[in-house]
């Protein structure tokens, strides 16, 4: 069994890998799923370049930067995520994510809330991403 999160409120349903196979096929999705999987494949370089190389902050910008990207129908500044779970997605210590978003809040750029973060300066989220 997998553990799932998720950005919004969504409801999921557990499939076999049988019927998981089936349901592809019925739905003509076969080559989408590919695509998908080939896509996520190829971020892997990236990734590990990221983890390796460049500061807890820039990529702490950078994955919040792809959730607010994420879906470009919605322009919501909210990234509804704990610290727990940034932290998770980095693989740093949550006193790393706490420290970065305390500075962060105090420069005036994003407003921190209960299981919720938010992007009040998309343009300094994005310099912080940007640094080198």
Known sequence: MATVWTLEHCE????????FDAAIRRLGLEEALQQYILHKYR???KRLWQASN???EQRMALLLMEILNADPVRNDAAVPM????ISDALGVARSSVTRLLANWRDAGF???GRG???VLDRAALARRA???
């Open 54 to 56: 460049l500061q807890t």
């Open 82 to 85: 704990t610290q727990q779970q």
């Open 43 to 45: 971020q892997i370089p």
């Open 12 to 19: 999921t349903v557990v499939f076999t890998p049988g019927s």
């Open 116 to 118: 919720l973060l938010e």
């Open 110 to 112: 994003i407003r921190i």
């Open 130 to 132: 940007s640094r080198t």
